[in-house]
C-alpha cells in the first residue's frame, strides 16, 4: 500500500512561473511532512518541512501549504529558477512513534525553462 | 561539517557475487540510515541505526543484506549472492536527535 502519493509525475514551468506539486497520505499518525530536491548523481537534501500543527511554511521562494484534514500537503515553488530543476520528494514520518523514518513519494520532476 | 562521505560513488559486479558498501556519516550524528532508490521513485528504508544498534529494519531487507555500524561511527552495508534486482543506487543518511537527515551521494550499484 502506498502510504503516500505524490503528483504530477513530471512538470515544466516558465522562468519566474509558480511550479506546484501535491502529496496526499493516509495515516493521521504522521507528524512531520518534509520535501527533498534531488540533482543527478546527488542524494536528496532538506528543502522545507512542516509539522500538522500549522497550515504554511515559508522559506524564501519555496512554501508548504497543509491540509489536515484533507490529509493532503503541497509545496510551491515562486519565480521559479532554471536553478530549480531537479526532482522532488515529498516525505511523511510519525517521529513521535515508532515508525520514524521518512516514507517517499515517487518524486517529480520539475523543468525551468529559461 | 563535511557531510556524509560513501564509498565506493559506483560499483558493477556479477550476479553472485558479495558487494559491500561503506558510509561514513556528519560526525556527532547517532542515528544512521540506509536506504534504496530505484530509478524513478523515492528512497525506500531499509535499516536504522541509533548509535551501533540496529533499531529497525525493513521488510525489504531480505536475508542477503547485512548491516553493521561498529562503535557507533561508519557504517557498512553488505549484499550477499548479489541479484540483478538488486541493482539500484545505496542511499546513507545520518542525523542527530531531530528528524533532519542529511543524506550522501550514494553508491550506484549495477549487477550484470
Known amino acids: 500500500q502506498q502510504q503516500v502519493k505524490q503528483s504530477p509525475q513530471s512538470l515544466i514551468v516558465q522562468k519566474g512561473g509558480i511550479s506546484i506539486i501535491n502529496c496526499a497520505y493516509e495515516n493521521t499518525a504522521f507528524d512531520y511532512f518534509p520535501w527533498y530536491q534531488q540533482f543527478p548523481g546527488k542524494g536528496p537534501a532538506l528543502l522545507i518541512a512542516?509539522?500538522?500543527?500549522?497550515s504554511e511554511k515559508k522559506e524564501g521562494r519555496f512554501t508548504i501549504s497543509f491540509n489536515k484534514s484533507a490529509k493532503q500537503f503541497s509545496l510551491h515553488i515562486m519565480d521559479s529558477q532554471p536553478g530549480d530543476s531537479a526532482t522532488y520528494f515529498c516525505?511523511?514520518?510519525?517521529?513521535?512513534?515508532?515508525?520514524?523514518?521518512?516514507?517517499f513519494g515517487s518524486g517529480t520532476q520539475l523543468t525551468v525553462l529559461p | 561539517d563535511t557531510g556524509v562521505s560513501q564509498d565506493p560513488r559506483h560499483k558493477i559486479t556479477k550476479r553472485g557475487q558479495n558487494v559491500t558498501f561503506r558510509c561514513d556519516p556528519i560526525s556527532e550524528h547517532n542515528r544512521l540510515y540506509w536506504y534504496r532508490q530505484t530509478l524513478g521513485q523515492g528512497p525506500e528504508f531499509l535499516t536504522y541505526?541509533?548509535?551501533?544498534?540496529?533499531?529497525?529494519k525493513s521488510r525489504l531487507l531480505s536475508d542477503r543484506f547485512s548491516a553493521e555500524r561498529p562503535k557507533g561511527s561508519f557504517s557498512t552495508l553488505e549484499i550477499q549472492r548479489t541479484e540483478q534486482g538488486d541493482s539500484a543506487m545505496y542511499l546513507c543518511?545520518?542525523?542527530?536527535?531531530?528528524?533532519?537527515?542529511?543524506f550522501g551521494s550514494g553508491t550506484q550499484l549495477s549487477v550484470l
Open positions: 512542516i509539522r500538522p500543527d500549522v
Open positions: 516525505a511523511v514520518a510519525e517521529v513521535s512513534g515508532s515508525a520514524r523514518q521518512l516514507t
Open positions: 541505526f541509533q548509535n551501533e544498534a540496529q533499531l529497525e
Open positions: 543518511a545520518s542525523s542527530f536527535v531531530g528528524e533532519k537527515l542529511f
